[in-house]
């Protein structure tokens, strides 16, 4: 048999809130009737300004509903985000330090057409509405680290216990990076940070929400619960972020030969490079 097609349908707007005095705003709200089933127009949960419609972006989060059935479409001729900008949106635990799931909608671009431009990929980026500014620069921190083992056995050992006891997995085991087991090497390891973008998020009044964060936070209970609210906080974090730094560890790792080193009186180095 045939199923027709069910729309969603949404009830009627309840009552405006009172005025919110930080924010100076109202709020009213509506809940689903009908769920949009058999290839019906999907519930979107959300309401985006009436310009975000039919633009070329995907301003609905997770769906894109904001691009169907569109007839015209007016688009920007870049639609590429800067490397790893989806990392500006995330939540941040500040009581364990630790980076969560992102709480910023890092896909809308607001309907703005903002290019950015980097000289090492020699491309043009679009920023999106999150970002109120991306630049490309490089960043080396004059602190270089360094480490000694006289053998790679040492060296794995010393990371296996390092890892055990910090948790945190950000050490790398020898074989990782093709060396063998043998006692008869000597290491020396050079670590440092580089920093290869900085950004800064757009004011508050300019960010909304991840459609899962926003949708989460629609599930809380209206009065409080420790449970459902500190599964909020480990998932999300308690801040969001401000601004920051995109890079990574740059780490040298040179070995060389003891018994080359004992025969010839000098050092027979190679190295592996990791960043």
Known sequence: SCVSPVNCQWTSYG??????GCTKTQTRRRTVLNYGQYGGSPCSGQCISRSLVCNGDQDCEEDGSDEQRCEEMKKCDKDQI??????TGAGFDILKGKVRNNVINT???GGQCRIVFSGDHRYFYRLTQSLQKYTFQVKIKNDFSYEFYNSTWSYNKHTSDSKRSSHDGNYDHISD???NNEKSHQLMIIRNEVEVAQFINSPPEFLTLSEVFWKDLSLLPVTYEYG???????????????????????KHVFYMD???MNQKGRPSISYNMLL
């Not at 009552?15 to 919110?20: F, N, P, Q, R, T």
């Not at 800067?82 to 990392?87: G, I, Q, R, V």
């Not at 972020?241 to 990574?248: A, F, R, T, V």
């Open 258 to 260: 003891s018994e080359k």
């Open 228 to 250: 459902a609210y500190r599964k909020l906080i480990e998932s999300y974090g308690t801040h969001f972020i401000k601004e920051g730094s995109l890079g990574g560890l740059y």
């Open 82 to 87: 800067p490397p790893k900008a989806e990392l």
């Open 107 to 109: 896909k809308s671009f």
């Open 15 to 20: 009552d405006w809130s009172e005025c919110d």
């Open 177 to 179: 990076i093709a060396l």
